[in-house]
T-cell receptor
Framework: GQQVQQSPASLVLQEGENAELQCNFS?????MQWFYQRPEGSLVSLFY???GTKQSGRLTSTTVIKERRSSLHISSSQITDSGTYLC????????????FGSGTQLTVMP | NAGVIQTPRHKVTGKGQEATLWCEPI?????VFWYRQTIVQGLEFLTY????????DSGMPKERFSAQMPNQSHSTLKIQSTQPQDSAVYLC????????????FGEGTRLSVL
């Protein structure tokens, strides 16, 4: 079965609303990451190996490694936040092989 | 620093033709990865090089796909006898292996096999 369950698959917000994205992992993990994929396809790392809660601007990542879950909170969404958000896990130390979730397609409307 | 450079950005091939995709990692990065992204399968790991040596190719299809890294400045992914199911965005990423840093991705090559 899928090792990374990401939800929701898609989300439509009005500008200014908040968003909560979730990832659950079915196996133990060494580390995990959150990425943003721009509409043209390039991937940008948002958070790398976060544990606990970390914040970067309007983004907050909360990860509990031993419970195999992570969430990404986007506050006061903006139109430019639109795109795909992906979580990914590194299942074992030294493997360097990321296993990605299926992504959340976020659309922020004016 | 121009980031990870992938060429071409778009490639269209006919069924049965060969496709070669290029990746130039960030200078000084010793780990290079290839991933493939499709609507159905999402993002999938293909292969990984460290210091130009192939380390893990467990995600590569056993036939028609091959990857090389002849020098530290570029890696290639070659697909022989392309099939429509090979159509995908192929992403390359690099990272320095001696630091715990997130991989940096290129913008990808969109391959369309007609």
């Amino acid at each position: 079965g899928q090792q990374v369950q990401q939800s929701p698959a898609s989300l439509v917000l009005q500008e200014g609303e908040n968003a909560e994205l979730q990832c659950n992992f079915s196996t133990s993990l060494n580390s995990m990451q959150w990425f943003y994929q721009r509409p043209e396809g390039s991937l940008v790392s948002l958070f790398y190996n976060p544990s606990g809660t970390k914040q970067s601007g309007r983004l907050t990542s909360t990860t509990v490694i031993k419970e195999r879950r992570s969430s990404l909170h986007i506050s006061s969404s903006q139109i430019t936040d639109s795109g795909t958000y992906l979580c990914a896990m590194d299942p074992s130390s030294g493997s360097w092989q990321l296993i990605f979730g299926s992504g959340t397609q976020l659309t922020v409307m004016p | 620093n121009a980031g990870v450079i992938q060429t071409p950005r778009h490639k269209v091939t006919g069924k049965g033709q060969e496709a070669t995709l290029w990746c130039e990692p960030i200078s000084g990065h010793s780990a290079v990865f290839w991933y493939r992204q499709t609507i159905v399968q999402g993002l999938e790991f293909l292969t990984y090089f460290r210091n130009q040596a192939p380390i893990d190719d467990s995600g590569m299809p056993k036939e028609r796909f091959s990857a090389q890294m002849p020098n530290q400045s570029h890696s290639t992914l070659k697909i022989q006898s392309t099939q429509p199911q090979d159509s995908a965005v192929y992403l390359c990423a690099s990272t320095p292996t001696d630091n715990n840093q997130a991989p940096l991705f290129g913008e990808g090559t969109r391959l369309s096999v007609l």
